[in-house]
Protein backbone atom coordinates (compact mmCIF):
# COMPACT_ATOMS: atom_id res chain seq x y z
CA UNK A 1 0.00 0.00 0.00
CA UNK A 2 1.52 3.28 -0.87
CA UNK A 3 -0.13 6.53 1.02
CA UNK A 4 -1.49 10.02 -0.70
CA UNK A 5 1.33 11.71 1.08
CA UNK A 6 4.00 8.66 -0.49
CA UNK A 7 2.45 9.68 -3.80
CA UNK A 8 3.01 13.19 -3.85
CA UNK A 9 6.58 13.01 -2.38
CA UNK A 10 7.57 10.92 -4.99
CA UNK A 11 5.66 12.67 -7.87
CA UNK A 12 7.73 15.93 -6.94
CA UNK A 13 10.89 14.16 -7.39
CA UNK A 14 9.93 14.88 -11.65
CA UNK A 15 11.08 18.43 -11.11
CA UNK A 16 14.80 19.31 -10.15
CA UNK A 17 13.79 22.11 -8.04
CA UNK A 18 12.45 18.94 -5.54
CA UNK A 19 14.92 16.69 -6.47
CA UNK A 20 18.08 19.58 -5.31
CA UNK A 21 15.39 20.21 -2.10
CA UNK A 22 14.78 16.89 -1.13
CA UNK A 23 18.10 15.19 -2.01
CA UNK A 24 16.71 12.25 -3.84
CA UNK A 25 15.75 11.10 -7.24
CA UNK A 26 14.32 8.17 -8.84
CA UNK A 27 14.75 5.29 -10.99
CA UNK A 28 12.30 3.11 -12.45
CA UNK A 29 12.67 -1.05 -14.17
CA UNK A 30 14.34 -4.19 -12.55
CA UNK A 31 17.94 -3.55 -14.76
CA UNK A 32 17.89 0.22 -13.89
CA UNK A 33 17.14 -0.20 -10.24
CA UNK A 34 19.37 -3.21 -9.30
CA UNK A 35 22.63 -1.82 -10.45
CA UNK A 36 21.97 0.93 -8.24
CA UNK A 37 21.83 -1.59 -5.89
CA UNK A 38 24.54 -3.09 -6.36
CA UNK A 39 26.51 0.27 -6.07
CA UNK A 40 27.35 2.71 -3.76
CA UNK A 41 23.94 4.52 -3.90
CA UNK A 42 21.67 4.69 -0.76
CA UNK A 43 18.14 3.23 -1.35
CA UNK A 44 15.37 5.20 0.26
CA UNK A 45 12.31 3.21 -0.43
CA UNK A 46 11.39 0.86 -3.13
CA UNK A 47 7.82 0.11 -4.65
CA UNK A 48 7.28 -2.60 -6.84
CA UNK A 49 4.77 -5.51 -8.14
CA UNK A 50 7.00 -7.92 -7.72
CA UNK A 51 9.85 -8.66 -4.34
CA UNK A 52 13.45 -7.87 -4.85
CA UNK A 53 13.86 -9.21 -1.31
CA UNK A 54 15.40 -6.20 0.03
CA UNK A 55 13.80 -4.56 3.53
CA UNK A 56 12.89 -1.13 1.98
CA UNK A 57 10.40 -2.58 -0.56
CA UNK A 58 6.78 -2.36 -0.43
CA UNK A 59 4.48 -4.53 -2.63
CA UNK A 60 1.99 -2.33 -4.57
CA UNK A 61 -0.57 -2.70 -7.68
CA UNK A 62 0.06 -1.50 -11.21
CA UNK A 63 -2.50 0.73 -10.36
CA UNK A 64 -0.81 2.44 -7.96
CA UNK A 65 2.56 1.71 -10.11
CA UNK A 66 0.90 3.68 -12.65
CA UNK A 67 0.41 6.60 -10.32
CA UNK A 68 4.04 7.47 -9.51
CA UNK A 69 5.68 6.24 -12.58
CA UNK A 70 7.17 9.13 -15.04
CA UNK A 71 6.63 6.09 -17.86
CA UNK A 72 3.73 5.61 -20.16
CA UNK A 73 3.68 1.93 -19.56
CA UNK A 74 5.40 1.56 -15.84
CA UNK A 75 8.10 -0.94 -15.82
CA UNK A 76 7.40 -3.30 -12.33
CA UNK A 77 9.18 -0.90 -9.78
CA UNK A 78 10.19 2.36 -8.98
CA UNK A 79 12.75 3.20 -6.53
CA UNK A 80 13.95 6.19 -4.57
CA UNK A 81 17.60 6.55 -3.90
CA UNK A 82 19.61 9.36 -2.25
CA UNK A 83 21.29 12.11 -4.33
CA UNK A 84 25.10 10.94 -3.20
CA UNK A 85 27.54 14.40 -3.05
CA UNK A 86 29.46 15.57 -5.29
CA UNK A 87 33.03 14.03 -5.60
CA UNK A 88 36.26 15.48 -6.02
CA UNK A 89 36.49 16.53 -9.83
CA UNK A 90 40.31 14.76 -10.74
CA UNK A 91 41.72 16.74 -13.41
CA UNK A 92 43.59 13.77 -14.97
CA UNK A 93 43.13 11.06 -18.21
CA UNK A 94 40.17 11.50 -20.46
CA UNK A 95 37.65 13.65 -19.50
CA UNK A 96 34.20 14.31 -21.35
CA UNK A 97 32.85 18.11 -20.94
CA UNK A 98 29.41 19.02 -21.99
CA UNK A 99 28.46 22.63 -23.08
CA UNK A 100 24.56 23.47 -22.62
CA UNK A 101 23.33 19.57 -23.45
CA UNK A 102 19.57 20.13 -22.84
CA UNK A 103 18.06 17.12 -24.29
CA UNK A 104 17.50 13.98 -21.63
CA UNK A 105 17.64 11.39 -24.04
CA UNK A 106 21.28 12.61 -25.35
CA UNK A 107 22.87 12.77 -21.77
CA UNK A 108 22.13 9.56 -20.77
CA UNK A 109 23.26 8.00 -23.74
CA UNK A 110 26.70 10.13 -23.00
CA UNK A 111 26.79 8.82 -19.76
CA UNK A 112 26.60 5.47 -21.36
CA UNK A 113 28.94 6.12 -23.35
CA UNK A 114 31.26 7.49 -20.63
CA UNK A 115 30.34 4.03 -18.90
CA UNK A 116 31.55 2.17 -22.24
CA UNK A 117 34.74 3.79 -23.30
CA UNK A 118 36.10 4.10 -19.64
CA UNK A 119 35.86 7.65 -19.31
CA UNK A 120 35.25 8.33 -15.60
CA UNK A 121 34.99 12.21 -14.95
CA UNK A 122 31.69 13.82 -17.12
CA UNK A 123 32.21 17.96 -16.50
CA UNK A 124 28.97 19.70 -17.32
CA UNK A 125 28.25 23.20 -17.55
CA UNK A 126 25.28 24.64 -15.22
CA UNK A 127 22.65 24.91 -18.40
CA UNK A 128 23.23 21.39 -18.69
CA UNK A 129 20.24 18.87 -18.30
CA UNK A 130 20.36 17.74 -14.69
CA UNK A 131 22.03 14.04 -14.77
CA UNK A 132 18.77 12.91 -11.85
CA UNK A 133 16.10 13.73 -14.26
CA UNK A 134 13.63 10.39 -14.68
CA UNK A 135 14.66 10.53 -18.35
CA UNK A 136 17.94 10.71 -17.85
CA UNK A 137 18.40 7.92 -14.92
CA UNK A 138 16.34 5.36 -17.81
CA UNK A 139 18.45 6.61 -20.38
CA UNK A 140 21.72 5.26 -18.67
CA UNK A 141 20.46 2.11 -18.12
CA UNK A 142 22.80 1.94 -15.32
CA UNK A 143 25.57 3.56 -16.14
CA UNK A 144 24.81 6.79 -13.47
CA UNK A 145 26.10 4.42 -11.26
CA UNK A 146 29.93 4.36 -12.91
CA UNK A 147 30.70 7.65 -13.75
CA UNK A 148 31.13 11.10 -12.05
CA UNK A 149 29.26 13.77 -13.12
CA UNK A 150 30.27 17.23 -11.76
CA UNK A 151 28.48 20.58 -12.90
CA UNK A 152 30.18 23.39 -12.91
CA UNK A 153 31.30 26.46 -14.94
CA UNK A 154 32.61 24.95 -17.39
CA UNK A 155 34.50 28.38 -18.81
CA UNK A 156 36.73 28.91 -14.93
CA UNK A 157 37.22 24.84 -15.34
CA UNK A 158 38.33 25.16 -18.75
CA UNK A 159 40.66 27.79 -18.16
CA UNK A 160 42.00 26.45 -15.11
CA UNK A 161 42.22 22.55 -16.44
CA UNK A 162 46.32 21.60 -17.14
CA UNK A 163 45.32 19.41 -19.91
CA UNK A 164 45.00 20.04 -23.85
CA UNK A 165 40.93 20.79 -24.63
CA UNK A 166 39.57 19.66 -27.67
CA UNK A 167 36.59 20.84 -29.08
CA UNK A 168 33.83 19.84 -31.65
CA UNK A 169 33.56 21.62 -35.04
CA UNK A 170 32.82 21.33 -38.61
CA UNK A 171 35.62 23.09 -39.31
CA UNK A 172 38.33 21.22 -36.82
CA UNK A 173 41.05 19.01 -38.02
CA UNK A 174 39.98 15.61 -39.70
CA UNK A 175 39.97 13.49 -36.71
CA UNK A 176 40.61 10.34 -38.65
CA UNK A 177 43.77 12.30 -39.46
CA UNK A 178 45.21 12.99 -36.17
CA UNK A 179 46.68 11.19 -33.19
CA UNK A 180 44.86 11.64 -30.06
CA UNK A 181 46.60 11.54 -26.79
CA UNK A 182 45.33 9.56 -24.05
CA UNK A 183 44.77 12.49 -21.59
CA UNK A 184 42.99 15.80 -22.59
CA UNK A 185 39.12 17.23 -22.16
CA UNK A 186 36.93 16.81 -24.82
CA UNK A 187 34.01 19.43 -25.44
CA UNK A 188 30.97 18.76 -26.90
CA UNK A 189 28.15 21.79 -27.12
CA UNK A 190 24.87 22.20 -27.46
CA UNK A 191 22.27 20.21 -29.88
CA UNK A 192 20.98 23.61 -31.81
CA UNK A 193 24.21 26.04 -31.32
CA UNK A 194 26.91 24.19 -30.59
CA UNK A 195 29.89 24.99 -28.63
CA UNK A 196 29.59 28.39 -27.54
CA UNK A 197 31.75 31.50 -28.29
CA UNK A 198 32.91 31.66 -24.39
CA UNK A 199 33.67 28.02 -24.39
CA UNK A 200 35.30 28.20 -27.99
CA UNK A 201 38.00 30.43 -26.89
CA UNK A 202 39.65 27.67 -24.17
CA UNK A 203 39.84 25.04 -27.14
CA UNK A 204 42.87 24.18 -27.83
CA UNK A 205 42.34 22.18 -30.35
CA UNK A 206 39.70 21.77 -32.80
CA UNK A 207 38.27 18.58 -34.28
CA UNK A 208 36.04 17.47 -36.92
CA UNK A 209 34.49 14.36 -38.09
CA UNK A 210 34.18 14.50 -41.88
CA UNK A 211 31.30 13.83 -43.68
CA UNK A 212 31.56 11.50 -46.75
CA UNK A 213 27.93 11.68 -48.45
CA UNK A 214 27.86 12.62 -51.73
CA UNK A 215 26.17 15.79 -51.35
CA UNK A 216 27.94 16.99 -47.99
CA UNK A 217 23.79 18.29 -47.11
CA UNK A 218 23.87 16.98 -43.70
CA UNK A 219 24.38 19.57 -41.71
CA UNK A 220 25.14 18.04 -38.35
CA UNK A 221 25.63 14.76 -36.20
CA UNK A 222 23.43 14.20 -33.45
CA UNK A 223 25.59 15.31 -30.16
CA UNK A 224 25.68 11.73 -28.71
CA UNK A 225 26.33 9.87 -31.87
CA UNK A 226 29.49 12.63 -31.99
CA UNK A 227 30.77 11.67 -28.82
CA UNK A 228 30.87 8.14 -29.73
CA UNK A 229 33.07 8.25 -32.55
CA UNK A 230 35.11 11.13 -31.22
CA UNK A 231 36.01 8.71 -27.85
CA UNK A 232 36.30 6.14 -30.06
CA UNK A 233 39.23 7.94 -32.02
CA UNK A 234 40.88 8.85 -28.40
CA UNK A 235 40.56 5.17 -27.18
CA UNK A 236 42.51 4.14 -30.14
CA UNK A 237 44.83 7.00 -30.12
Not at 76 to 99: C, R
Not at 109 to 127: N, Y
Request: hydrophobic share 40%.
Amino acid sequence: MISKNQIKNITRLKQKKYRQQDGLFIAEGRKVIEEFLNSTFKLVDLFTTETFDVDQEVIISENDLKKISCLTTPNKALAVFKIPEDLSLQSDGLILALDSVRDPGNLGTIIRLCDWFGVDQLVCSQETVDCYNPKVVQATMGSLTRVAIHYVDLESYLQKVDLPVFGAFMEGKDVYKSKMPKSGVLVLGNEANGISKAIEVCVTDKISIPRFGALQATESLNVATAGAILLSEFRRG
